[in-house]
């Protein structure tokens, strides 16, 4: 499995925007969908985006659509969230996952990276 470690967390402002970067190591990143997650306190762990191995197909939560984007640089072996127009309700800490092609589960994830939306 991959190895995951996110950065680019922080203080932010609403309508403000932040872009967290997830560098893997220790597998082929191309063999990997990848993954951003996050869990704010009291709640679930929630989905929010995902991108196939090649980068050709993302696929998004209806909360983050249309303001976050997910990418990936497989030269790099990093993956992105561009977070845009934040509110205070995405406030939690942010996680990135790998799922290996022919699994079914996130079985690769990074410690995390804390986002919080001032109002």
């Known amino acids: 499995q991959v190895q995951l470690v996110e950065s680019g967390g922080g203080l932010v402002q609403a309508g403000g925007s932040l872009r967290l970067s997830c560098a893997a190591s220790g597998g082929t990143f191309s063999n990997y969908r990848m993954a951003w997650f996050r869990q704010a306190p009291g709640k679930e762990r929630e989905f929010l985006a995902s991108?196939?191995?090649?980068?050709?197909?993302?696929n998004y939560a209806d909360p983050v659509k249309g303001r976050f984007t997910i990418s990936r640089d497989n030269a790099k072996n990093t993956v992105y969230l561009q977070m845009n127009s934040l509110k205070p309700e995405d406030t939690a800490v942010y996680y990135c996952?790998?799922?290996?092609?022919?699994?079914?589960?996130?079985?690769?994830w990074g410690q995390g990276t804390q986002v919080t939306v001032a109002s």
């Open positions: 991108i196939t191995g090649g980068g050709g197909a993302t």
């Open positions: 996952a790998g799922r290996r092609i022919g699994t079914s589960d996130y079985g690769s």
